[in-house]
């Protein structure tokens, strides 16, 4: 069965530094999204991509992040500058189906210290 | 602004037993609803959505939705310790493509 990717899985930086984290949607899927999750809170939305271009954003998503899709398969997530309220499971999905199905990857760790 | 509330439990039920869970949301258009359950330190993993009025049954779980009440709930029948994990219940935003979600019920199953 076809699922999300992300990798790395556990992402250690300083603040202020840049992190790159890395999706692969399900490969027939369309939209493409990031959501956060501070630990023991909400799931959030962040970000949401379709056609190589960013579709709808939150308020959380403000100019320190960006999103890319640098070839047929990837789709990244950068925060330019890191703070330590940036430290979460950033969760990427890929939708499919005609109900809004979104379908999540294993997430990535961020620790920023 | 859209809101999805859910209780945060815990809720504890015996092997065997029927668990429930409740969610409620704030918009009267909203039209899909997703149920997610997300294991301790894993990302959510989707278990049935549901669109119409009524009920919907997949093995094990029935989501029922009323909208008129403006209600979701996920019934898990013969729960099983391996069903311990948090329910999160989801509806679309305010441009209906992406989610919010609740804060999620935990839901523990003693053997």
């Known amino acids: 069965e076809p699922e999300v990717t992300q990798t790395p899985s556990h992402q250690v930086t300083q603040m202020g530094q840049e992190v790159i984290l890395h999706c692969v949607p399900i490969?027939?899927?369309?939209?493409f999204y990031w959501y956060r999750q501070i630990l023991g809170q909400k799931v959030e939305f962040l970000v949401s991509f379709y056609n190589n271009e960013i579709s709808e954003k939150s308020e959380i998503f403000d100019d320190q992040f960006s999103v890319e899709r640098p070839d047929g398969s990837n789709f990244t997530l950068k925060i330019r500058s890191t703070k330590l309220e940036d430290s979460a499971m950033y969760f990427c999905?890929?939708?499919?189906?005609?109900?809004?199905?979104?379908?999540f990857g294993p997430g990535t760790r961020l620790t920023v210290l | 602004q859209k809101e999805v509330e859910q209780n945060s439990g815990p809720l504890s039920v015996p092997e065997g037993a029927i668990a429930s869970l409740n969610c409620t949301y704030s918009d009267r258009g909203s039209q899909s609803f997703f149920w997610y359950r997300q294991y301790s330190g894993k990302s959510p993993e989707l278990i049935m959505f549901?669109?119409?009025?009524g009920d919907k049954e997949d093995g094990r779980f029935t989501a029922q939705l009323n909208k008129a009440s403006q209600y979701v709930s996920l019934l898990i029948r013969d729960s099983q310790p391996s069903d311990s994990a948090t329910y999160l219940c989801a509806g679309p935003n305010q441009a209906g493509t992406a989610l919010i979600f609740g804060k999620g019920t935990t839901l523990s199953v003693s053997s």
């Open positions: 999905a890929s939708r499919g189906g005609t109900h809004n199905e979104q379908f």
């Open positions: 490969s027939n899927h369309l939209y």
């Open positions: 549901i669109y119409s009025n």
